[in-house]
Every structure is written in C-alpha cells, then in structure tokens.
C-alpha cells in the first residue's frame, strides 16, 4: 500500500483543526470553512485517531486546546505560512512572467539580442524569452515571432520591422587579396551560400540577376546557418551576402565591408508577428520592437 508523501494525515483534517484552534470554536471554524459543526468535529476526531493524541479538551462550554495541540497549531501556521509565501512568489512569478519570442538564429544573434538590453532597461519587470529555431514551425504559447517573408500572408497583427538591403560582403583580408570591379569579378571568387528552406529568400543567382548579372557563379561553400555563413565570411572563405539592417554591427566594426558598392532589395521583408493569445506584456514588447526597428 502507497504511503501519502510525508505520511501526512488528509490535508483536509489539518485545515479543520488549523481553523478549529485559531478560533477555539468548531461553530466559528464551521463558519469559515462553510461546512456545518459535525463536520469539523469529524474532521478532528480522526485526526486524533491517526496521532494517536488528544488535540482538544472538550467540555460543556466549548473546547481548549492541549499542550500537543497548541503545538501542533503553532507547526501548521508556519507551514500554511511557508506554502502562502511560495504561492504568492508563484503569482508574482506570473506577473512578471517572460514574453516568448520565436525568432531564427541569425535574427536572434545579430538584432534582437543587442536590443533587448535596451527593453530591459525600461521594462525590468518583463523578462523576454527567445525560441530560437530555423524551422518554419512556431510553438502554441509563443507570444511574438519574428520571420522573413510577407506579413500579408498572415491573418492576425503583425508589421514590417525593417526594410532590408542586401550586399556582397567579405572580410577586409578578403577583400585586398580578390579585389572587385565588376560583378563578374566576383562571380568568380569563393562564395558562401546560404541553403534555407525559407520562401523568397534571396541567394546569390537572384542577387546577381538583379544587378544585371548573368554569367556562371561559384558555388564554393554551401552552409545551411547563416551565422555561419557570415562567420565564414569573417574567416576569408568567401564572399557572403549581407542583409545591411541583419549585420549593421559587422559592418560598423569593419568586421565586414562592402565588395561591391551594388544594393538589391530583397523580394521579402522581416516581420514581427502578435498571435492571438498575447498578453498585454507582450504586446508592449511588440510596440517597442516597431519603435526600435
């Protein structure tokens, strides 16, 4: 036979008593509890049972409680005040509970993050919480999602957080050791692609047809990140393309720069997403994020 956790008695008896001695009354503790006399006394004569002690001195006039009572009592009311204390810290927990934002890797790494410092600052009581994944599905309870691609497509609130432009980026070595003039010359040189299974994202044959480009292209190193595709780039494997708005740091660090002064705007845009069942946090959230963009 299972023993309860603890070998405690039935959690409905020590309430009984708990009210019981606080009021030194089976009627006023009936009264709290909205149960009727007899059944407190029940209550409490089992409990007694399972000690094996008298809780109560019972006479005419009412009850007192016995030595082992008023200990117990004194017991209980520091554990009914412990588990209110959690309960309360739970609820606040709540409160403050973490806004969830579904948001790719590189979205993640090179724009949200360095943000949301910022968001701390003035919120310090909204924690955010990123999903970070570069799959196309989106958790049930997320709040916000953040995603390339047409916002019009979607059916609840959601915006545009920036209107991007894409490079040819590599790094300083890389860019003294392969100088380009021309479109063809960068064709022929180590270049990173990005394989993604995300709809209209811009590779380097649609960003070589859009600056008037035709001709063969390298297909040197093909990664499926785009992290790593720019940290490639950082490592003089090859060119890489950047979104200007996604890697704005590098390229304020000089940890990339330009190869060819040409800019193609992208057939899609990053958005940010507010599903159905956000709460106010996150829509606060939301706003700031259209601000900030």
């Known amino acids: 036979m299972s023993r309860r956790p603890y070998d405690l008695p039935p959690m409905s008896a020590l309430i009984a008593f708990e009210a019981a001695a606080r009021h030194v009354s089976f009627k006023a503790a009936a009264r709290e509890l909205n149960v009727t006399p007899s059944a407190v006394s029940h209550q409490v004569k089992a409990l007694e049972a399972d000690l094996r002690c008298a809780l109560f001195h019972r006479h005419h006039r009412g009850v007192q409680l016995t030595e082992t009572g008023a200990y117990l009592l004194v017991a209980l009311q520091r554990g009914f005040e412990a588990m209110g204390g959690a309960v309360d810290q739970l609820r606040q927990r709540v409160h403050r509970a973490s806004v969830t934002i579904r948001v790719t890797t590189a979205v993640s790494s090179l724009w949200l993050t360095p943000k949301l410092a910022q968001f701390w600052k003035l919120h310090g009581d909204i924690s955010v919480a990123q999903i970070v994944s570069d799959t196309d599905h989106v958790p049930a309870d997320c709040d916000l999602s953040i995603r390339y691609g047409p916002p019009d497509r979607e059916s609840d609130t959601c915006a545009v957080l920036f209107n991007d432009r894409i490079m040819a980026l590599g790094s ?3 860019a003294r050791a392969h100088p380009v003039e021309r479109p063809a010359d960068l064709a022929r040189l180590p270049l990173i692609h990005f394989d993604t299974a995300v709809a209209g994202w811009t590779g380097w044959q649609d960003w070589f047809a859009a600056i008037g480009y035709g001709g063969q292209v390298q297909h040197s190193h093909r990664v499926n990140n785009y992290v790593i595709a720019l940290q490639a780039a950082r490592d003089d494997m090859g060119a890489v393309l950047g979104w200007v708005g996604l ?38 959230a939301y706003d700031w994020l259209l601000d900030e963009s």
């Open 172 to 174: 300083p070595r890389f």
């Open 247 to 284: 890697t704005r740091r590098l390229l304020d660090a000089g940890e990339l720069v330009p190869l060819l002064p040409d800019q193609v705007e992208p057939g899609e845009d990053f958005y940010v997403r507010l599903h159905p069942h956000a709460s106010e946090r996150a829509r606060l």
